[in-house]
């Protein structure tokens, strides 16, 4: 069992920062890529950014020079750097990581609850 907890969602207005962080907990053998999505009301799940194990990163194209994403994996913990943000990114953030466990090797992708990111004009 793996279990993913975001934090870090809020209200902030057009031009602000915030900070979101995610940690895997469980028996976690081993993680790989670990991503942020969002959805936004009446709107598809959309990717937003990922890193992989070897920190190589992507980000769409929405966020580039905004957003940074970055990971600790002594915490097994993703965080994403949102700068400059817009009404537009308004949305549920979710976490997403993907990966082995102790009972098996064959790796999964776990999301979190989601939490609300909210930006005002």
């Known amino acids: 069992q793996v279990q993913v907890v975001e934090h870090g969602g809020g209200l902030v207005q057009a031009g602000g920062s915030l900070r979101l962080s995610c940690a895997a907990s469980?028996?976690?053998?081993?993680?790989?890529?670990m991503g942020w999505y969002r959805q936004a009301p009446g709107k598809q799940r959309e990717l937003v950014a990922t890193i992989t194990s070897r920190s190589l990163t992507y980000y769409v194209d929405s966020v580039k020079g905004r957003f940074t994403i970055s990971r600790d994996n002594a915490k097994n913990t993703v965080y994403l750097q949102m700068n400059s943000l817009k009404p537009e990114d308004t949305a549920v953030y979710y976490c997403?990581?993907?990966?082995?466990?102790?009972?098996?090797?064959?790796?999964?992708?776990?999301w979190g609850q989601g939490t609300q990111v909210t930006v005002s004009s």
């Open positions: 997403n990581v993907n990966a082995a466990t102790v009972i098996s090797t064959t790796s999964q992708t776990y």
């Open positions: 469980g028996s976690i053998s081993s993680i790989n890529a």
